[in-house]
């Protein structure tokens, strides 16, 4: 069914009154803006020191087994050089004797290497449990921090979720009462403009956020509501100050009840 024909200045009102509307509707949103953003990011930060702390553990986990193995070089050394010192007891010549000798020198060498090792991934053990302690601690602070924030935006969103949808209901209503055309110009605009302000008053002789001064005809012909007129610079639709205060008192009447 065709929508009744209106004035201009009932378009404009209903247009003002669509734009108040939907700037509420992106206050709401403003006000929990940020905190999805920061319950994303703590998760995020989470999962990364949940990963660290993992990496940490099986990095404790491989020095530990290498502390083990340098331990069985060092049993094994031993338990070469205890061999290589019986048999030096029954050899023939002075050859054998020295090739043994030798082959106890290099096993005394592997373990004191092996020793050395040991207490160097002693040290990193020492280190990497003070990471991890470190790490668990900012876990624990960031879990918490979490918590903390999801229950501020759940807060949030049951305190501003009725709200939001009636004002949805209200944009949806309004916006049946404006043509086709209009309410495409006027979504069009909103969406290339800062703030989403498609529909602004003239404030001290400058369209709303505007530096740039609008001439006297075209602030009469605006006062006259006329016709629809939009702004050379920032393409926003123009209405009067005192329209405007009409709607805004109109409209902060009807806010007030959700």
Known sequence: MA?????????????????????????????????PLEVHDLEDEIAGLSKRLEKLK?????????????????????????????????VRNNREYNSLTKE?????LETELAEKHIKEHKVQIAQKKEIIEQTKGRLEERNKHLAHKKSELDAILAETEKEEQALLDKSASFEKEIEDR????????????KNGLAVV?????????????????????????????TDEHSGRILVDQQLALEEKE????????F
């Open 3 to 35: 929508k009744k024909e209106v004035t201009v200045e009932q378009k404009l009102r209903a247009l003002y009154d669509l734009q108040l509307i939907d700037s509420r509707i992106d206050e709401i949103r403003n006000v929990r803006g940020e905190l």
């Open 58 to 90: 099986a990095d404790l986990d491989t020095v530990d087994d290498a502390i083990k193995s340098k331990k069985n070089l060092i049993e094994e050394a031993k338990g070469l050089i205890k061999k290589y010192g019986d048999q030096q007891k029954n």
């Open 104 to 108: 106890i020198e290099f096993q005394e």
């Open 182 to 193: 209009l309410v495409q110009a006027y979504k069009r605009i909103r969406t290339n403009v």
């Open 201 to 229: 008053a003239i404030e001290r002789g400058a369209s709303g956020g505007s530096f740039f001064t609008i001439p006297p005809q075209v602030q009469m012909e605006i006062a006259s509501r006329k016709k629809i007129i």
């Open 250 to 257: 109109k409209m902060n009447t009807m806010f007030a009840k």
